[in-house]
C-alpha cells in the first residue's frame, strides 16, 4: 500500500493522485520514488486500465526534491555502481510509462519543480491550470545537481536544445502560459476544469507515443556537433559556464554535457548518459555542501533556530532609525517595506528627509521597472516620519542606531534614546567594529542593548549578524530576530568581539591580500586566484571599496583601545604606503589598488609593480587559492575558539551571505569539513610555516584532527548516536 | 639514412575566401589536380615512379573530404599506382604532409613523393568538419577551449604587444608581400589557375592591400571582444593565465591571416632517383619536428618547435639564415622575434599570410616554398619554416640549398 500515492479506477481511467502525507507540498523521497515506480508497473500491468491521470491532492503538483534526503545521499557514500542503479530506477520507471502504450496525461493542478517536471514530462499530454502562482522548470542546479529523471533529455526534445538548456542551466521556473508558450505544457486550464480536460484527452483517442518515440524524430532546431546552431551553443556555453563557475561549480557543465551527448543518440541511450552525470555529481560535495547552508541551515535560521525557546514573539509595529546615512536610509527602507512604522531621526532634518529620499528613489525605480505600484510606493513612504526630535521615539518596538562610529556620538544618542524608549524595549547598534559590551556601558539597561549588523546596500544584503554583549538577555535577543524575520533577512548570532564574526574574518581576506602583495605576488595573480576560489571580487578591489582609509581608522581605534595588547594585521604597512605615502585610499577616493578612469573600466594601477615589486618566481596558483581561502577558514575556527560563533551554521551562512566566501565550499568551516580536518591542519602548518603564525590553527582544530571529528556530522554518526 | 630533397614546389595564387573571389568557383579537388599536374609537367614526371601523394586539409568534408590526395591525383591523370593520402595537423597540415613524405624517402621506404595541401576556405568554411575541441562540452571545458583569436589576443597582452605593434607588423606585411609580387619574386612557384576553357581564372593573390596605413588598421574594430567578453572566452584564458590582468583585443581583420582558397604541392625525393630521372635537387631538408604547447593560448608552439628541430639537427639559430613563420595572427610572429632574439629583417622578408593569405591545409607547405625561392634568390643556404597550430601545436622544417 503506497503512502504517497492514491491510486483509484474509473471507467477505465486510472488516476494517479499523490498526495504526500504531513507535509504541505509534495516532495520527491526515495519512498516516493519507490512507490512510484511500484504504481506504475502496476497500472501498466493492468489491462483493465486505458488511460492515466498523474495529478496531485495538494496545492502544488510536485514541489521537487526532499533537500533532507539529498544531503544524506551523499552522507551515505554509496558505490558508484550502486548509486547508478538506484538513480536509474525512476527514470527506467517513466520510460516504462511512456512506452507501455496506454496514453497518460499529466494533469498538473499548480507548481512542478524538479522531479514533478520530470514525471510530467513523461507524460503524453501536460495539462496546466492557470493558478497565477504556479510556476514550471528544472531547478536542480541551483542545489547543485542536474535533473535525473529525464529532465535533461525529454526538455531539450521538447522545445529545443537552446530553449531547454535556459530553463535546465539557470533553473529557471516560468508560469504555465510561458511553459505552454516553450511547448513544455500542452493546455491550460481553470482550476475547476482541470480533470475534465484530462478525461476529455484520454477520451480523444490519442497517441500513447512519445514524439522522440516515432520515426525519424528530429530535435526541434537541430543538435549534434554537425549542426551549425547547436555547434555555437554549446561552444559558447562551456565558456559561459566556465566563466560563471570558475571551475567550482560541477553541475552546469555535466547538464550541458547531458543535453549534447544525449541528444546526439536515441532517448534511451541519453536517459543512460544522464543517470550517470547524475551520479557523479552525488559523488562530489559540493551539492551537499550547498544544500546544506544555503537551503537547510539558511532556512533553519529563517525560521527562528537561533531564537531563545519560550519568549512570546513581540514584532515591532514601529521601529526608531537613530542616523539617515547610507545605513539608516536602508534600513529603515527595508523596515517600512515590511509594513514597519520608522522614527528616521538625523541630527538636521534636511538630512533626516536625505535619507526617506532614498527609499523613494529605490521605489521610483522599482515602478519604473513595474516591480510596484504607485499605491505601494505611497504606503511605505507614508511608514517613513523623518525627525530631529527624539520625542517621536515614543512609542518604538526597537531602535537601531547607525551614527558615527565614534563612542562618544554613540553614547550620547543611545542616552537620549533610552529616555524615550520604553523599559522594555530593545536598543541595537548597528556598529560594524565597535564591541557591542563596551558601547552598553553608556546604556541604562545593557541587558537589552543588541547588536544588529547590517550589510551594505541593505535593500540587497541578504545577512544580519546580531551580536550578543555580554549582559544582552535572551529576551532582546528573541525580539530582535523576531524583527529581522519581518524584515524577511537571514539571522546569524555571535558573541561579542572586535569585528564580531564577518568584519573580523573578512578583515583577514583584505589583509591577506595586501600579504601576498608584500610578498612580491603580481596583483592579477591575486586578483584572479581570488576569483577563481569562487571569491565574487578580489581582496584587493574589495578593499577598494570598503576603502583603505576605513581599515586604517579601525586599526588606530583598535591600536588606541587596546594599546600594549595590539597585534596589528600583518600587511599593515600596505595599507599605510598606499594611504598615506602614496594618497590612494580607495574606490570612493578615486583611486586604490585599482584605477577608476572616468567612464572606463577600473583597471590595476601600473604603479603597483613599482611601489611593491613583484618577485621573479611567482607561486603556483594553488598556493595564492590556499593562502586566501586557508586564512578566512582558520579565523573562523579562531571565532569558533573563543567563543565569538558557537555554531557552525552561523559561520557558514554568515561567510556566504556576509561577504561572499564561495557558496561552493557550503561556508568557512564546511570548507574545512569538504578537505578534510586532518588534511587541512597539515596544509594550514605548511603555510604557517612559509607565511607566518597567522596560518597557525588553534589547538582545537589540532584536536578535531586527531579525534576524526569535524564540524558537522555526517548522517552515518548522527543515526549511530541516536541508536546509542 | 637517405637524405631528401626537394625538387620542385608550386602553389596556387590565393583567391580571396568568399563568393566574390576568384577561386570560389574551382573545386577543391580542381585545385589539388592542377597543382599536380603542374607538378607533373613542369617536371616531365612518369607518374608511376611517384610513392605518394600526401595532401593536408584541414576541414576534410563534403567535396573536400574523402582524401583529396587520392581523387586529387586521379583527376590529375596520374598513374593509378600512385596511392595518396589525407593528413591534418590543422594549420600546419601542408608542411607536415611534406615531412610525411620526406620521412617515407628518409627511411628508405619511398623514393618519390609529394607533400602539400589545400583548402577552399570559401567553399568549404573552417570549422565545417565539426570537432569535439568546440562543441564538446567535456572537452571545451576540461581543455579550457578559447578560439585561435582569443589566443592571439593573449600572447599580446602576456607579451606585452600593443595594437600599434602588431598592426605595425601588418603594415610591413603588406608592403613586402606588394615588393615581392611586384618584383616577381614568386613567379617561379605560382601557377595559373585555369577553367575547363583554359582561361585563366587567376594568377595572382588576390588578398593583398598594398599601401595599407596604421591609420587604416587603426580604425578597424578588435575582432574577438564579442566572444571575449560576451561568450566567456577572456575568462577561460585568464583562468589558464591569472598571471595576465586582462586580456588585450588587439587583433583585427587587418593584422590576422586573410581567409583564402588555394592549393600547392612540393616534390621530394632522394638524390638516387632524382639522377634517375634527370631532376636537379633544389635543397635538402635537413630535419622536421612537432611538438605540442599549452592549448589554450594554443599559437605559442613556433618557438619550441624551432629549439626540437635545431637540437634535432645539431644547429643553432645563428645557423639559419632566413627564417619563414606563418602569420596567422601578427603577435605570434612578434612573440616568436621576441622569445628567439630574431631581426624582422631575417623573418617572413617577402610578408606572409597577413597580405596573401592562409589556406589553412595548403599554407604549410606554401611557406617552405616560398622561403626556398627566397634562398635561391639571395644566395642563401639555410631556412627554418614553422607554423603554430590549432589545439596548441607547433610543426618545423630546416632546409638547407645544395
Known sequence: ??????????????????????????????????????????????????????????????????????????????????????????????????????????????????????????????????KPRAVFGLPEVQVGLLPGAGGTQRLPRLIGIQPALELITQGRHVSAEKARDLGFIDQVVPAEHLLTAAKEWLESNPSAEQPWDKKGFRVPGGSGAFHPKTVQTFMGGSALIARETQHNYP????????????????????????????????????????????????????????RPKGIEPAPAKKIGMLGAGMMGAGIAFVSARAGIDVVLLDTAQEAAEKGKDYSRMLMTKRLEKGRTTQAKMDQLLARIHPTTDYADLDGCDLIIEAVFEDRGIKADVTAKAEAVLAEDKVFAS????????????ASKRPDKFIGLHFFSPVDKMPLVEIIMGEKTSDQALAHAMDYVQQIRKTPIVVNDSRGFYTSRVFGTYCNEGMALLQDGVGAPLIENAAKMAGMPVGPLAVHDEVTLDLSLKVHKQTQADLGDDYKPLSALPVALKMVEE????????????????????KHLWPGLSEHFPVAATQPELQDVIDRLLYMQAIETVRCVDEGVVTEAADADLGSILGWGFPPWTGGTLSYIDTVGVAEFVARADELAAAHGDRFKVPDMLRQMADKGEQFYESTAERSQRSAA | MTDAYIYDHVRTPRGRGKPSGSLHEVTPIELVSQVLEALRDRNELDTSRLDDVVMGCVSPVGEQGANVARVGALMAGYHQEVPGKQLNRFCASGLEAVNTAAAQVMSGQADLAIGGGVESMSRVPMGSDGGAMASDPQVAYNTYFAPQGIGADLIASKYGFSREDVDAYAVESQSRAAHAWENGYFGNSVIPIKDQLGMVLLDRDEHLRPGTTLEDLASLKAAFVIPGEQFGFDSVALQRYPEVERINHVHTGGNSSGIVDGAAGVLVGSKAIGEELGLKPRAR????????????????????????????????????????????????????????????DQINVNGGAIAMGHPLGATGAMVLGTVLDELERRDLNTALCNLCIGAGMGTATIIERV
Open chain 2, 285 to 344: 631538408i635537413r630535419g622536421f619536428a612537432s611538438i605540442g604547447s599549452e592549448p589554450t593560448i594554443m599559437l605559442t608552439g613556433p618557438g619550441p618547435s624551432a629549439r626540437k628541430v635545431l637540437k634535432r639537427t645539431g644547429m643553432t639559430k645563428d645557423d639559419i639564415d632566413l627564417f619563414e613563420l606563418n602569420e596567422a595572427f601578427a603577435s605570434v610572429v612578434l612573440r616568436f622575434m621576441q622569445e628567439m632574439e630574431i631581426d624582422h
Open chain 1, 251 to 306: 553541475a552546469p557543465i555535466a547538464i550541458l554535457s547531458c543535453v549534447y551527448e544525449g541528444t546526439i543518440v536515441p532517448i534511451d541511450t541519453g536517459l543512460k548518459i544522464e543517470a550517470r552525470y547524475f551520479t557523479s555529481l552525488f559523488q562530489n560535495p559540493v551539492y551537499r555542501n550547498m544544500v546544506r547552508t544555503l537551503f537547510i541551515n539558511k532556512g533553519a535560521a529563517e525560521k527562528g533556530a537561533r
Open chain 1, 582 to 601: 602614496l594618497g590612494r585610499s580607495g574606490k570612493r577616493f578615486g583611486k586604490g589598488f585599482y584605477d577608476y578612469p572616468e567612464g572606463g573600466k
Open chain 1, 430 to 441: 548597528n556598529t560594524s567594529t565597535l564591541p557591542i559590551s563596551g558601547l552598553a556601558e
Open chain 1, 1 to 130: 500500500m503506497a503512502d504517497n500515492f492514491n491510486l483509484t479506477t474509473d471507467g477505465g481511467i486510472a488516476t494517479l493522485t499523490i498526495d504526500v502525507p504531513g507535509r504541505s507540498m509534495n516532495v520527491v523521497t526515495s519512498q516516493f520514488l519507490d512507490e512510484l515506480t511500484q504504481l506504475i508497473d502496476q497500472v501498466v500491468a493492468d489491462d483493465a486500465v486505458t488511460g492515466v491521470i498523474v495529478t496531485s491532492a495538494k496545492d502544488a503538483f510536485v514541489a521537487g526534491a526532499d533537500l533532507m534526503w539529498l544531503v544524506n545521499i551523499y552522507d551515505m557514500k554509496l558505490p558508484p555502481a550502486e548509486l547508478l542503479k538506484e538513480n536509474q530506477k525512476f527514470t527506467q520507471a517513466l520510460r516504462k510509462l511512456e512506452t507501455c502504450g496506454k496514453p497518460v496525461v499529466a494533469a498538473l493542478n499548480g507548481t512542478a519543480l524538479g522531479g514533478g517536471l520530470e514525471i510530467a514530462l513523461a507524460c503524453h499530454h501536460r495539462i496546466a491550470t492557470d
